[in-house]
């Protein structure tokens, strides 16, 4: 393992406390790190999943944007790779239900959502959707498969970058998945962090920084492959990987975006750990250079004001040491 960014100890980028809270609020080490064997790019530090998505705060259909992107996702999977009416699909990480309901517009026969958090699925109020409210994992994909048979489809979205128990979690969507199934998820794609400087990503929800590289070798250990990719503009740019057991029939038409892909990231060097050490030295050079810009802003007796509430813009604040020194509201 090749160390890339040590963060420090920060606080939870999800954690929107009160005045009150600031003295007690806990902080976590946040390590980034390269695995020069498997090639993954993974936060070292995990939190409880517990701390992290039991009492959850983001409701991904208060956003239109993503209302209309899973909109498109529904129409595109359902029509390329179901039988609607006979077919099952299962959502973890299902959060609000923003893709379950364009799904079960489809008119698939069976729609199953998976989510930790007590109080965001309750705002799934649909008869057409079956909501369990745990992890999913080997247990849960087993009392699924029991109850309504295996799956047509098993969709993720911003969330297999989150999972400590990448193994058993890979285990369970491969048990839970009939034999032509098909997985298909979406996560920031690393090319965008790397190439983007996009380090504010980087906070201990979001584990894992997938590359195509990186997802071959772990699927490989499970007898599955990506046959397909497809880039996507949400969340500053992501990936869409469509992933089937080896052996299925979708197995014997991969497609060219695949070959293209892996071939782009190995000319980036995503294999080799001088580029994440590269990324560090970029990223604390952009440090620098907004310290410089707040100082010199704050000196001439300009204001300076955070707009919004993004988690992202916790780790810029807690890596670059923004406080009262150089932001005045």
């Known amino acids: 393992m090749s160390p890339i960014i040590d963060f420090g100890k920060v606080a939870l980028a999800g954690a929107f406390i009160k005045p009150e809270q600031f003295a007690s609020e806990v902080r976590y080490p946040l390590r980034l790190y ?41 129409t595109e999977v359902s029509s390329r790779f179901l039988d609607p009416e006979n077919s099952t699909v299962i959502e973890f990480g299902c959060n609000d239900g923003v893709l379950l309901r364009p799904l079960a517009d489809q008119k698939i026969r069976t729609v199953i959502g998976v989510d930790p958090a007590t109080n965001i699925v ?22 699924l498969i029991a109850e309504h048979g295996k799956a047509d489809m098993v969709v993720a979205n911003n969330v297999y970058a ?57 699927l490989d250990r499970h007898d599955m492959l990506v046959f397909d990719v497809k880039p996507v503009q949400i969340h500053a740019g992501s990936m869409r990987y469509y992933v089937c057991k080896k052996g299925s029939r979708h197995a014997a038409s991969v497609s060219p ?21 590269r990324f560090a030295a970029d990223v604390a050079e952009r440090k620098e250079k907004l310290m410089n ?19 992202r813009a916790n780790t810029m604040i807690q890596y670059c040491g923004i406080d009262q020194r150089t932001w005045t509201i």
């Open 34 to 74: 390269f695995c020069n064997d498997c090639l993954a790019v993974q936060v070292v530090d995990k939190v409880s999943p517990g701390i992290l998505f039991k009492n959850y705060f983001y409701f991904s259909s208060a956003i239109r944007t993503l209302r209309e992107h899973f909109i498109d996702f529904a």
């Open 122 to 143: 309750r705002a799934i109020d649909d008869p057409r959707i079956t909501v369990v409210n745990d992890f999913f994992d080997e247990e849960v994909a087993r009392r």
């Open 162 to 218: 989150h999972i400590p128990d990448m193994q058993g979690v890979t285990r369970a969507i491969r048990n839970v998945l009939k034999d032509d199934g098909v997985f298909i998820f979406e996560v920031h794609y690393l090319g965008k962090i790397i190439n983007e400087l996009q380090y504010d990503m980087i906070y201990h929800e979001h584990l894992y920084y997938h590359s195509l590289l990186s997802l071959t070798n772990h």
């Open 257 to 277: 975006q695949v070959a293209a892909l892996r071939k782009e990231e190995l000319a980036n060097g995503y294999d080799r750990a001088e580029t994440y050490a």
């Open 293 to 311: 810009l707040l100082a010199r802003l704050k000196a001439r007796g300009s204001s300076i004001a955070g707009y919004g509430a993004s988690g």
